[in-house]
């Protein structure tokens, strides 16, 4: 199965690697997004992701979210699939404790 081999990190590792620029997705629907996002995500809802996969240039890790981690992990087993390099963050926005732009 392929969540087994996604990788996952917590929202604090992620936290952590702010000043490197990892590239974030974000995977929530834009007026969630709009609410309240981590500097720097892109947002690409999990919605249209299947018909906006080229927004998403490999090959560098991408590290995605959401707002608990169940859709960033469908995302990540999707983009997986399609052959890029993904890092589901667990707990998502939820349990995001660093800073966040609106």
């Known amino acids: 199965m ?3 081999k996604i990788k996952s990190i917590t929202p604090s590792e992620l936290k952590q690697l702010l000043p490197n620029k990892p590239v974030i997705l974000d995977v929530r629907e834009v ?16 919605s249209g992701l299947p018909g906006n996969i080229a ?26 699939k399609a052959g890029y390099q993904v890092i589901n963050v667990s707990g998502g926005m939820l349990s995001w404790q660093g ?4």
Do not use: M
């Not at 927004?55 to 087993?77: D, E, F, K, N, T």
């Open 99 to 102: 800073p966040v732009t609106r």
């Open 2 to 4: 392929l969540f087994s």
């Open 55 to 80: 927004q998403v240039s490999a090959p560098q890790p991408w590290y995605l979210i959401c707002r608990s981690g169940r859709r960033s992990l469908r995302a990540a087993r999707t983009l997986r």
């Open 31 to 46: 007026d969630e997004y709009q609410a309240g996002h981590i500097p720097a995500a892109k947002n690409v809802p999990l």
